[in-house]
């Protein structure tokens, strides 16, 4: 399967993406606007690169375990599942609905959790090999002295629901005219090694993409 293939299948499946023309954020493609949250066809987090086709065929040859947080109506997820041969049970669901946003259709057949990713997270049942948050932290919606923060804690948090050797995917910013700083993200892997979690993180600024790897399971 390639990403034309993704794009196919996915207005087949998801007619409400018909008129999408690809290149999601950074580009003019078109997004089902639930109220105050836009939400991405599949094809969209291909082409940011926060899931690839390695990913997906690593996920299922190893059987390994995916938690997606802020994951809306779960485009992806589905995708994943019903096109890509992933199963159902190899993921897990996150979102929280705020009073005044219109709340996702999260999927009920699949596990989820509904919490505040900004706020303690609930004990979960599972550790994960891979956790993304597929465009939903917004970094630039946040005052510019508290990124840093936002961002750490979501990574402190996932960092402790992950296996050793396990990675997280998120797409941070939202737009390229909201970018963060660069150094917001090096000084969110600085503070995470000073808070002794051995991990390594790179980001990627022309498709606004973060991958923060944990090394093993042990902290200096
Ligand atoms: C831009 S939408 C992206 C939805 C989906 N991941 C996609 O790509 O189509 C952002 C998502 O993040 C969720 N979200 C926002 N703030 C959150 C929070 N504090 N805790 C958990 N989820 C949150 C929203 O409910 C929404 O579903």
Not at 11 to 21: A, G, L, S, V
Not at 100 to 105: D, F, G, Q, S, V
């Amino acid at each position: 399967m390639n990403i034309q293939d993704i794009k196919m299948l996915e207005k087949q499946d998801f007619p409400e993406f018909r008129d999408y023309e690809g290149k999601g954020r950074f580009g003019r493609g078109k997004y089902i606007n639930r109220g105050n949250w836009v939400d991405y066809p599949p094809s969209h987090h291909f082409e940011t690169g926060l899931i690839t086709l390695d990913i997906v065929s690593d996920l299922i040859e190893s059987n390994k375990k995916l938690l997606s947080v802020g994951c809306g109506n779960a485009y992806l997820e589905r995708f994943l599942v019903n096109r890509m041969g992933v199963k159902k049970e190899q993921i897990s669901l996150a979102d929280y609905i705020e009073p005044e946003h219109r709340p996702p259709k999260v999927p009920e057949d699949f596990k989820s959790y509904f919490f505040d990713m900004y706020q303690e997270w609930p004990a979960l049942d599972d550790s994960f090999d891979d956790v993304m948050f597929p465009d939903s932290i917004l970094l630039h919606s946040h005052p510019k002295e508290e990124m840093e923060y936002c961002l750490y804690w979501l990574m402190e948090n996932a960092l402790s629901n992950l296996q050793p050797n396990g990675q997280i995917r998120a797409s941070p910013s939202c737009s390229s005219e909201h970018s963060c700083p660069t150094s917001v993200y090096k000084n969110v892997r600085d503070m995470l090694i000073g808070a002794g979690h051995n991990c390594q993180s790179e980001y990627f600024p022309d498709t606004d993409l973060l991958v923060v790897r944990k090394s093993n399971g042990v902290r200096k």
